[in-house]
């Protein structure tokens, strides 16, 4: 028979993980498509570089020759930005290819253009190794929502800052150092602004909510925060607490509202993502039938992320393969597991001057210590922490995960402001 035609868009550090998975994986994809898969056709932007390939692969900086490849079935693309990479796998789906992806930041922007797109044309957008790398949350989100709601999402997306939270709290080291031996030891780009200011996290959470809600909420009002100002002095009173600092995104639609933010948050033992540690990533799903579903795995990696590509050829391809489910955009008056008409509680940690601070509403103090010039207090408060960072400009808050909670009786005094001075 003949074999599958594909094309490789980028040889990077992803493409070039294709290109070998399809090599060493080839009889597996032949027993599983009952066909070979052969890469045709290299598109890359520096031509003049020297590329381990096979004699018959052209490679290209001219993506007019990628398309004109005879019999041409599927494009992978693994270059860097919205653009070229839009552009050109809108072209390769009107010219019949089925496409897949892993650049995360074209496919937040675009993805639900692509996928119209495909979905008139009868073709199919894999986008597996845009989240999360190798781990299969975007097969497994489409495979729960063919029966459950999602309520919510809840993941550590970001494997780079994992990495430095980990080891600043194991070895006591302060962020720029533990930045520095990333980079050395490859997890971090030598411009890691994307990770460490929550940017990549926030693309990936974007495109979990796409494909969990049907939509997305506005991107400016998703709260972002990165890791960057998170000192070695606050993680060990966290940690002498029991808390570790883990870089959440989290997302929760309440009827026709989103709650979502990027930031780092505190989780204790109870929390199911505090063993994940390292690069590792793990996303926690919340639905309605199979209740939290977690799946952990490398975020991000030459062959994890190349083995997500594959891994959506063979549903491309395969006759049976998990097809789109069109995501209504309502959730039903019964699915939000939170009331938002009574008034909900939650712990957080704030940080400000050991001199004392305005404090909020329904202020409850659990823990506290004195560092030098800085108060650590843990606190119970409103949901909303805006009214003590009104009053105290440069306080530092940090959210506990998992201890929201309903206030049960105290809904009356919900608009109290108390304006008392924490005196210490
Ligand atoms: N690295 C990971 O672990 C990982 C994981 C998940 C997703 N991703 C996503 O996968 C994509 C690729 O990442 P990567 O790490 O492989 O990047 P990379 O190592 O920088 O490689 C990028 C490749 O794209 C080519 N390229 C860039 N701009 C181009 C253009 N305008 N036209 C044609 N080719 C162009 C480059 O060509 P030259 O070789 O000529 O420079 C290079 O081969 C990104 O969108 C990234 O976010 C990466």
């Given at each position: 028979m003949a074999p599958i035609k594909a094309a490789l868009l980028g040889f990077g550090t992803v493409g070039q993980g294709v290109y070998e998975a399809l090599k060493t994986h080839r009889e597996q994809l032949q027993a599983v498509l009952g066909e070979e898969v052969?890469?045709?056709g290299i598109l890359v932007k520096d031509g003049s570089k020297k590329r381990e390939v096979d004699d018959h692969v052209l490679i290209t900086t001219d993506f007019d020759e990628i398309l004109n490849i005879d019999g041409l079935e599927v494009v992978f693309e693994a270059i860097v930005g919205e653009e070229p990479g839009f552009t050109y796998l809108s072209r390769a789906l009107d010219k019949g290819c089925h496409v897949i992806t892993a650049n995360k930041v074209m496919f937040a922007r675009h993805g639900r253009t692509l996928l119209d797109k495909a979905e008139a044309l009868d073709r199919y957008v894999g986008y597996e190794a845009t989240t999360a790398g190798?781990?299969?949350?975007i097969r497994s989100i489409s495979q729960l929502l063919q029966v459950n709601e999602i309520y919510s999402v809840e993941a550590i997306l970001n494997g780079t800052s994992n990495f430095i939270l980990t080891n600043m709290r194991e070895k006591g080291l302060p962020f720029h150092e533990v930045l520095k031996s990333a980079q050395k030891l490859g997890y971090a780009e030598a411009d890691p602004a994307s990770d460490i200011e929550g940017y990549d996290a926030f693309y990936k959470l974007m495109i979990l909510s796409e494909l969990s809600f049907g939509?997305?909420?506005?991107?400016?009002?998703?709260?972002?925060?990165?890791?960057?100002?998170?000192?070695?002095?606050?993680?060990?009173v966290f940690k002498d607490w029991g808390y570790k600092v883990k870089h959440l995104a989290r997302i929760r639609r309440d009827r026709d509202q989103f709650i979502s933010s990027v930031k780092p948050m505190l989780v204790d033992a109870d929390y199911p993502l505090y063993g994940v540690e390292d690069v590792q990533n793990a996303i926690m799903v919340e639905t309605s039938l199979a209740g939290k579903v977690t799946v952990q795995g490398a975020g991000a990696g030459k062959l994890p992320t190349a083995s997500a590509m594959?891994?959506?050829?063979?549903?491309?391809?395969?006759?049976?393969s998990l097809r789109r489910k069109k995501n209504s955009a309502s959730i039903s008056e019964e699915g939000s597991t939170e009331d938002t008409n009574s008034t909900l509680v939650g712990e957080y940690v704030v940080i400000g001057s050991s001199e004392g601070f305005h404090g909020a509403d329904e202020v409850e103090i659990l823990k506290q210590e004195v560092k030098g010039d800085l108060v650590y207090l843990l606190i119970e408060c409103q949901v909303s922490t805006a009214l003590l960072l009104e009053e105290n400009r440069d306080l530092v808050v940090y959210e506990v995960a998992g201890k929201l909670k309903k206030a049960e009786g105290r809904a009356e005094q919900k608009d109290l402001l108390l304006k008392k001075v924490i005196n210490l």
């Open positions: 052969v890469i045709e190798g781990t299969p949350i939509e997305t909420p506005k991107w400016e009002d998703v709260e972002r925060k990165g890791i960057t100002e998170v000192t070695a002095e606050q993680i060990s594959v891994e959506d050829l063979t549903y491309v391809l395969q006759p049976h």
